[in-house]
């Protein structure tokens, strides 16, 4: 079995979260029909027990473990993609718990979309532990709880659609020859830290392109963090994504959609649908963070 190549490498970064990780890697050892696969682990600086965490799971799973002293989740995980040898990359966080199934769903959905150089997958979270202001409202689901839910079926992601980073995946052959690199600027480590995914995958996908595929089948579930729905962080977050979002170039409407009025038309339909006062707040101060990142990018 160690012989095989691996199909599937998964990816991830991590930091001084031993205890999350030893339960990540159970159940990736556990994972049902699974193809031959890698975990490629990238401990960027850490301090605590994740080495040790690391070598227990020899024995169970074909580990990579690498070491990245300079912070950044990009650098990171551009050490762990140097490192990655399976066709499919998949994408994961040190704190989420997929479904026995996660990876045998991967595969299968990389076979039926062979055109499909991207892929996402459903991320589920305690909705219970959400603030209703921030339930009510699926931008803001996405964003502070880290919802990403389609449905339960494939479908192509529509313009300016991509997945989130803990449930994702590329083929390697997307990545070789330079093409794409995770970006080192953006992201956890760095002065602005959101935006990664969407740059590293634009390089990959452009927004307009109808290449990029959800697969409802595979899951995992994220942790809730409390303290992203009070009202300061999140504002700072909303703020973050659209300087991001700005400095990226990517518009709030698709270009052609509606002429010079169709920006004005999508807030004005955006805010009419607002359900409090704090939903209004952050969009208004995500369009804030864009205008921003639009000066700043020139």
Request: aromatic share 6%.
């Amino acid at each position: 079995m160690r012989a095989l190549r691996p199909e599937i490498s998964v990816v991830l970064a991590t930091r001084d979260r031993a205890d999350s990780l030893d339960r990540l890697l159970g159940i990736l050892a556990a994972q049902l029909r699974a193809p031959a696969f890698e975990v490629v682990v990238v401990d960027n600086g850490g301090r605590d027990r994740t080495p040790e965490v690391l070598e227990r799971f020899r024995d169970r799973l074909r580990i990579v473990a690498l070491r990245e002293e300079a912070p950044g989740k990009g650098r990171a995980l551009n050490r762990a993609l140097e490192a990655a040898r399976g066709d499919l990359i998949v994408f994961t966080d040190d704190d989420v718990l997929p479904r026995p199934d996660w990876l045998a769903e991967f595969s299968a959905g990389a076979g039926r979309h062979p055109g499909s150089p991207v892929f996402g997958g459903r991320i589920r979270v305690d909705e219970e532990a959400v603030p209703g202001w921030v339930r009510r409202s699926g931008n803001l689901m996405g964003l502070l709880a880290v919802r990403h839910d389609l449905g339960t079926r494939d479908l192509a992601y529509g313009w300016g659609e991509y997945p989130y980073g803990p449930n994702m995946a590329v083929r390697v052959s997307c990545l070789e020859g330079g093409r794409a690199a995770y970006p080192e600027r953006l992201g956890p480590g760095t002065a602005v830290p959101v935006g990664d995914e969407s740059a590293f995958l634009q390089a990959i996908s452009p927004p307009e392109a109808d290449d990029r595929t959800y697969l409802g089948a595979a899951v995992v579930t994220h942790p809730v963090d409390p303290e992203a729905f009070r009202f300061g962080r999140a504002a700072r977050r909303c703020f973050l994504a659209g300087l991001a979002h700005g400095l990226l170039g990517v518009p709030l409407a698709p270009p052609g959609d509606g002429g010079a009025g169709a920006v004005p038309r999508r807030m004005a339909r955006r805010l009419a649908a607002c359900r409090s006062a704090r939903e209004l707040a952050c969009i208004c101060i995500r369009t804030l963070g864009w205008r921003r990142g639009r000066s700043l990018r020139g």
